[in-house]
Every structure is written in C-alpha cells, then in structure tokens.
C-alpha cells in the first residue's frame, strides 16, 4: 500500500501563504484521486480539496480562490498551495489517496491509518 507523507506546514500570520507537500511512497499514475483534509482543534475532520488523476479539482467553498491542489505524477507528490490565509484555517493538514466520484471524495483508508499530518497556524 502507498504511503503518504504531509510537511510545510508552519505558523504564519493572516494573510500569509503556505505549500504543503504530500510525498508518496511510490507510483501515484493509478491513484484515481487524492485529497487534503483538516482538522481544527475540537472540530472534525473535514475536506479541505481533492484533485483527480485527470486534474479535476474540488474545494471547500471556504477555501476557493484562495487554495490550489495539484499533483505532480512524475515526482509521487501532491501540493496545496495556500494564500491569504486566514485564522480559521489553522489546523492538522492529512493527505489521503482514494476515488471520487463526481463531487464526493471517498478515502482508501479510514482516518484512523492516515498519517501524522502537518500543522498549519495562523495568527490574527
């Protein structure tokens, strides 16, 4: 099973930018789609974006215009470039790999076996 690994997660002020990395273990050419989720302190989990192997995209309504996913096959990465950042987006960043299907995202795995994420703070 592929293996995923978040980083670039930091503390930044409103307003600032991020870019999350998602690294995985390997070849992601057959991984119909994968996605970003947070998890704010005392909230659940939720979907942030997913991208398709086929570069289609969905956000959070929050997050548009201010998020962009992509995926680069030939490196097994994915990225979540964050602008305009703003204090409610501060949280635990996962990545995950699963389907979509049309706008739902199902995960492969269930939360419980996602990895350590990275911590995106942002300060008012």
């Known amino acids: 099973q592929v293996q995923l690994v978040e980083s670039g997660g930091g503390l930044v002020q409103a307003g600032g930018s991020l870019r999350l990395s998602c690294a995985a273990s390997r070849s992601i050419l057959e991984i119909d789609a994968m996605a970003w989720y947070r998890q704010a302190p005392g909230e659940q989990r939720e979907l942030v974006a997913f991208?398709?192997?086929?570069?289609?995209?969905d956000y959070k309504d929050s997050v548009k215009g201010r998020f962009t996913i992509s995926r680069d096959n030939a490196k097994n990465t994915m990225i979540l470039e964050m602008n305009n950042l703003k204090s409610e987006d501060t949280g635990v960043y996962y990545c995950t790999h699963g389907r979509a299907i049309g706008n739902y995202y199902y995960p492969a795995r269930p939360m419980r076996e996602w990895g350590q994420g990275t911590q995106v703070s942002v300060s008012s």
């Open positions: 991208v398709t192997s086929d570069g289609r995209t």
